[in-house]
C-alpha cells in the first residue's frame, strides 16, 4: 500500500469547517483513499472513502485531486465531539484486506 | 446490531500469566481483525481472517501469540506466556467482503471498544 502524509495536528474553531490534508504522490491507480479517525480510547471509526470523484456523505466530505495525489477531508461544521486523530490510508480493495494506519492528524476543536 | 464486541474490555495481569482476549464479530461479516495499538508502534495489524480461516498472520509477534477463530460469531486472541511489553490495546474489527461494491469498492472495517492490556 502507498505512503501517506499527514500534518502531525490541527486545531479548529467550532462551527467552522476543518480541512485536514493527505498527500499519497505514490498511490497507484487502483488504490482507494480511506479515512477514518478515532476519539480518545475509542476504536477507530469509518469516516468515507474513494477513488477519483470526490464524495460526500453525513458525515464529511472527501476532496481528491485530478492526479490523485493528494486529498482533503472535510468537515464542514465542527463540533467539540469531531476532537480526534484522523487517518488517510490508501490501500487497494481486492486481495489486500489490511488497513496501514500512519500517526495520521490530531484534530483539536477549539471552543 | 449491537457491533463488534469485545472481553474483556480491562485486564490486568502479571508477567508470565496466560492472557485471552475475545471478540465478537457484526454478525453477517465475514472477515476479522486483530489490530494492537501503543504509544511506541501506533496501530498494527496482528493478523486477520477471512471466513474463519487465517489469512495474514505476519504482524503476530512472536510464537507467544496465538489467534483463532472456531466459528464465524468468534475469535480469540491468546498470549502465553505475557510480558510487560505486551501492555497495550488490543482492537478487533470486522468486515464484510461480500457487500464490497466493485464500484465504489467498499469494505469498510467496523472497530469493537479495545482491550486494555495492563501486564505487570
Known amino acids: 500500500d502507498a505512503k501517506t502524509t499527514q500534518p502531525p495536528s490541527m486545531d479548529c474553531a467550532e462551527g467552522r469547517a476543518a480541512n485536514l490534508p493527505c498527500n499519497h504522490s505514490?498511490?497507484?491507480?487502483?488504490?482507494?483513499v480511506y479515512w477514518y479517525r478515532q476519539i480518545h480510547s475509542q476504536g477507530p471509526q469509518y469516516i468515507i472513502h474513494?477513488?477519483?470523484n470526490n464524495e460526500t456523505n453525513e458525515m464529511a466530505s472527501l476532496i481528491i485531486t485530478e492526479d490523485r495525489k493528494s486529498s482533503t477531508l472535510i468537515l464542514p461544521h465542527a463540533t467539540l465531539r469531531d476532537t480526534a486523530v484522523y487517518y488517510c490510508?490508501?490501500?487497494?480493495?481486492?486481495?489486500?484486506?489490511?488497513?496501514?494506519f500512519g500517526t495520521g492528524t490530531r484534530l483539536t476543536i477549539i471552543p | 446490531d449491537a457491533g463488534v464486541i469485545q472481553s474483556p474490555r480491562h485486564e490486568v495481569t502479571e508477567m508470565g500469566q496466560e492472557v485471552t482476549l475475545r471478540c465478537k464479530p457484526i454478525?453477517?461479516?465475514?472477515?476479522l481483525f486483530w489490530y494492537r495499538q501503543t504509544m511506541m508502534r501506533g496501530l498494527e495489524l496482528l493478523i486477520y481472517?477471512?471466513?474463519?480461516?487465517?489469512?495474514?498472520d505476519s504482524g503476530m509477534p512472536e510464537d507467544r501469540f496465538s489467534a483463532k477463530m472456531p466459528n464465524a460469531s468468534f475469535s480469540t486472541l491468546k498470549i502465553q506466556p505475557s510480558e510487560p511489553r505486551d501492555s497495550a490495546v488490543y482492537f478487533c474489527?470486522?468486515?464484510?467482503?461480500?457487500?464490497?461494491?466493485?464500484?465504489?469498492?467498499?469494505?469498510?472495517?467496523?472497530f469493537g471498544p479495545g482491550t486494555r492490556l495492563t501486564v505487570l
Open positions: 474489527a470486522s468486515s464484510s467482503k461480500f457487500l464490497r461494491d466493485e464500484v465504489n469498492g467498499s469494505d469498510t472495517q467496523y
Open positions: 474513494g477513488l477519483k
Open positions: 454478525s453477517g461479516h465475514n472477515s
Open positions: 490510508i490508501v490501500r487497494v480493495n481486492f486481495g489486500n484486506e489490511k488497513l496501514t
Open positions: 505514490t498511490i497507484s491507480g487502483n488504490e482507494y
Open positions: 481472517f477471512n471466513n474463519n480461516v487465517p489469512i495474514d
